[in-house]
């Protein structure tokens, strides 16, 4: 079983609606998350972590974390073209980061 | 501010040849330090990561290997390339184990 798991689309949304992100991991003990984006050919660019059950908001962007379900999500509102890339989503267990394969984002102006 | 330095941004090598990547970390002292490599079209392969000077741990068996021989220095090796081990390698630092990595620019390796 792997440790994080994303569903690697491709997702395509057209320009100005929401695009939803999704992640599960397997590791109860795990306690940070975090959402990563990758324009190809670049290394990942933090977009936002999150720690605590519930939502958290920065700007376009919303994370949500629910430990029960062993759920992570990344929210993007207001879809621009230059939002298209792959997302990767991470978790934190035994002092390391694992990440999902990533799921790629195609937003169509 | 912290900035975390990686050369060569790409590579080709011959099957056989000897590789030697390297990372340095600035402002910050004692860092969590990464290799992760990623396959054309696959995820994020944790490959080694260190909490230390001289503390380094594997994820995976490979003809790879590490060092960390000052604190904000991390060198990943082989003595002889397989075509397999082509792929974008990228270092990578964190404060801890909890809070937040970031990455260096990559490192494309090509094995011929």
């Known amino acids: 079983q792997k440790e994080v798991e994303q569903n690697s689309g491709p997702l395509s949304v057209p320009e100005g609606a929401i695009a939803s992100l999704n992640c599960t991991y397997s590791?109860?003990?795990?306690?940070?998350f975090f959402w990563y984006r990758q324009y190809s050919g670049k290394s990942p660019e933090l977009i936002m972590f999150?720690?605590?059950?519930g939502d958290k908001e920065d700007g376009r962007f919303t994370a949500q974390l629910n430990k029960a379900s062993q759920y992570v999500s990344l929210l993007i509102r207001d879809s621009q073209p230059s939002d298209s890339a792959t997302y990767l989503c991470a978790a934190e267990a035994r002092n390391q980061f694992y990440f999902g394969t990533g799921t790629s984002l195609t937003v169509i102006p | 501010s912290q900035t975390i330095h990686q050369w060569p941004a790409t590579l080709v090598q011959p099957v056989g040849s000897p590789l030697s990547l390297e990372c340095t970390v600035e402002?910050?002292?004692?860092?969590?330090l990464y290799w992760y490599r990623q396959a054309a079209g696959r995820g994020l392969q944790l490959l080694f990561y260190?909490?230390?000077?001289?503390?380094i741990s594997s994820e995976v068996p490979q003809n790879l290997s590490a060092s960390r021989p000052q604190d904000r220095q991390f060198i990943l090796s082989s003595k002889k390339l397989l075509l397999s081990d082509s792929g974008f390698y990228l270092c990578?630092?964190?404060?801890?184990?909890?809070?937040?990595?970031?990455f260096g620019q990559g490192t494309r390796l090509t094995v011929v």
């Open positions: 999150i720690y605590s059950n």
């Open positions: 402002g910050t002292s004692n860092p969590n």
């Open positions: 990578a630092w964190s404060v801890d184990q909890n809070t937040e990595a970031f």
């Open positions: 260190s909490v230390g000077i001289g503390q």
């Open positions: 590791d109860r003990g795990s306690q940070s």
